[in-house]
Every structure is written in C-alpha cells, then in structure tokens.
C-alpha cells in the first residue's frame, strides 16, 4: 500500500507565476489536509478537503490560494502570482476519517523556492 | 489561542540518552505525537500518547506526559547517529482535525 505522494517532490517558479502542488492520498483515504512548513518554523494547517468538498480553508490566505480535491485525481494546491514569502515546504496528509485517533499520514512533501 | 513550544536544538554523544520537550496550552488536548523528519524528507510518526496516560514505552522511545504542566517529553534511549534529525511534537483535541505542531527541536548526535 504506497504511502501519500506528492509531486513535484522540488518546484522552483519566478515571482508572478503560478505553482501547481499535487498530492495524492494513501489508497482508501478520503480526507486531505494541506501544511506549509516555512523555514525554521513548525507546520502550519491550511486547509480540510473531502472529495469534491472544502470543509475548512481556516489557514489559507485569502489571495491567491486555492485548493481542490476532484472526484477523480489527486488534490491540487495553486498558488497563483507567487511571491518570494511562498517559498517553503508543502505538506500533504490524509487520513481515512477522523476516526478516534484520526491520525493523518504525511506525505514527503513539495519543497517551492521562489526566485 | 493555542500554542505549541519546543527548544530548538539538542546536541548529544551517541551512546547517551537524548530528552526532547515541548509544553503545550490547549488543556483540551486529547492526543499527543511525535514526528521525526530527516533533511528533505517528510514526516514520521515516531509514537503518540492518549493524555488520560502518563507514560508510553516503545522500545528506545519512552514519552511522558504532565498533563497538569502541560508538557510533553520525548526520552531516546542509546542515541545513535541516524537519530538525528528534527523532532516535532503535536497536539490534537478530541473532535478536531487540526494538528498543532510545535516548532521542532534539531537533535544532532555526536560520534
């Protein structure tokens, strides 16, 4: 059973282009979750996504993020008109429900350097 | 607001115990975890703790919680080199999705 994958695991864009980060779950998972990490810091949640739904984007900034988890296909995080402050490490997790532990699995992350 | 506070590097002789904490201030924590993550690498569960326990083993890793301070350790028993590596603590309430990480603590094992 392949663990959560995210590709690109290294994106690096100029500032004004967009960053497309994608994340596919652990196989029979149906919750995503988004954390970026910046440098030296911990990570922080951005968003909840069931398929097809956003149940929480509470930590997304307000501009220029978006997040998707289509009924098919992996969830996409965008970033449109990067800036240098998006540069950091992009953290995927899923889980299949919350569950009483509801623990969610990380995956390796997308590392986005802004130039 | 809740809040989650660790030291930010450890330094220790391979062979010695490493003790890595954090202290939280959600008193509503219900679940409590360890990750590791090795440079450029995402995420490992190392071990997680129910906050109606004090004390979880397993194997090197011995994790105690006081739940009236609010703290959380970490002890790693014969600290070897391939320890090192940034741990992070994390707290969850009970009926919440939102894991709340601490900043991580670079623990770096000395030949």
């Known amino acids: 059973n392949a663990g959560v994958m995210q590709n690109p695991r290294h994106l690096v864009r100029r500032r004004g282009q967009e960053a497309r980060l994608r994340c596919s779950p652990m196989?029979?998972?149906?919750?995503v979750y988004w954390y970026r990490q910046l440098p030296e810091e911990g990570l922080k949640f951005m968003v909840y996504?069931?398929?097809?739904?956003?149940?929480?984007e509470s930590g997304m900034p307000k501009e220029r993020f978006s997040a998707e988890f289509p009924k098919e296909g992996p969830s996409i995080l965008r970033i449109q008109q990067v800036v240098r402050g998006d540069s950091a490490a992009y953290f995927c997790?899923?889980?299949?429900?919350?569950?009483?532990?509801?623990?969610?699995?990380f995956g390796p992350g997308t590392r986005l350097t802004v130039t | 607001g809740e809040d989650v506070e660790q030291s930010l590097f450890l330094s220790v002789r391979e062979g010695d115990s490493s003790v890595i904490n954090c202290t939280y201030t959600?008193?509503?924590?219900?679940?409590l975890y360890w990750y590791k993550q090795e440079p450029g690498a995402g995420l490992q569960l190392l071990t997680y703790?129910?906050?109606?326990?004090d004390m979880k083993q397993d194997q090197r890793l011995t994790v105690l919680l006081n739940k009236k301070d609010k703290h959380l350790s970490l002890r790693i028993a014969d600290t070897q080199t391939g320890d090192s590596a940034i741990y992070f603590c994390?707290?969850?309430?009970?009926?919440?999705?939102?894991?709340?990480f601490g900043t991580g603590t670079r623990l770096k094992v000395l030949a």
């Open positions: 994390a707290e969850k309430g009970s009926g919440t999705y939102k894991y709340i």
């Open positions: 959600d008193s509503s924590s219900t679940y």
């Open positions: 703790i129910f906050s109606n326990m």
């Open positions: 196989k029979g998972h149906s919750h």
């Open positions: 996504l069931q398929k097809e739904n956003i149940i929480d």
């Open positions: 997790a899923s889980s299949p429900g919350q569950g009483a532990l509801g623990e969610q699995y």
